[in-house]
Antibody, heavy 113, light 113 residues
């Protein structure tokens, strides 16, 4: 069974940093592209970032480019999202997704003073 | 970026009756390989999104056959043949043809009358 478990969310002040993690199991992690997608409270879905199976190709949404960094450790079956210079508008539930077919349960990031 | 527009935004339905959600893209979603990368997701209250349909009309594993997808080019439809109580939630279309970024519709909330 495919499982994706996000962690690392929490309350952070504007300008602060957080590192999200996603632990994958139930499939060959190193063979799959991965994504981060977020959902602001009461809002729709917004794609955030993509990383290829090897980590060699990476994309970001314009809204996070230059502030967020996606990475992966295939030996640890883990996906990461380093978020710097956080803003109030980054407040959302962050989901990791295998390609776009399986999603985790999400982790809430709240940016507030 | 490709803009995805769903209608209606809210859809009250009677149990056992059909429901239909429209999704239009700002440009054709036919990819150079001949495939059309249009997905449908269901998000039940308090849950993470679940993919129902990929490449316009293909149901994901475990998705009831009362869900069906159709369409081509820029116009797509998700139909529920007979709505059940467990179908309450928000439905999103998403295009994976012109990426990055992957883009979602704004969502359609299905509720029981």
């Amino acid at each position: 069974e495919v499982q994706l478990v996000e962690s690392g969310g929490g309350l952070v002040q504007p300008g602060g940093s957080l590192r999200l993690s996603c632990a994958a199991s139930g499939f060959t992690f190193s063979s799959y592209e991965m994504n981060w997608v977020r959902q602001a409270p009461g809002k729709g879905l917004e794609w955030v970032s993509y990383i290829s199976s090897s980590g060699s190709t990476i994309y970001y949404a314009d809204s996070v480019k230059g502030r967020f960094t996606i990475s992966r450790d295939n030996a640890k079956n883990s996906l990461y999202l380093q978020m710097n210079s956080l803003r109030a508008e980054d407040t959302a539930v962050y989901y990791c997704a295998r390609r776009i077919d399986y999603w985790g349960q999400g982790t809430l990031v709240t940016v507030s003073s | 970026d490709v803009v995805m527009t769903q209608s209606p935004i809210s859809l009250p339905v009677t149990l056992g009756q059909p429901a239909s959600i429209s999704c239009r893209s700002s440009q054709s979603l036919v990819y150079s390989d001949g495939n059309t990368y249009l997905n449908w997701f269901q998000q039940r209250p308090g849950q993470s999104p679940r993919r129902l349909i990929y490449k316009v009309f293909n149901r994901d594993s475990g998705v009831p056959d009362r869900f069906s997808g159709s369409g081509s080019g820029t116009d797509f439809t998700l139909e529920i043949s007979r709505v059940e109580a467990e179908d309450v939630g928000v439905y999103y279309c998403m295009q994976g043809t012109h990426w990055p970024p992957w883009t979602f519709g704004q969502g359609t909330k299905v509720e029981i009358k």
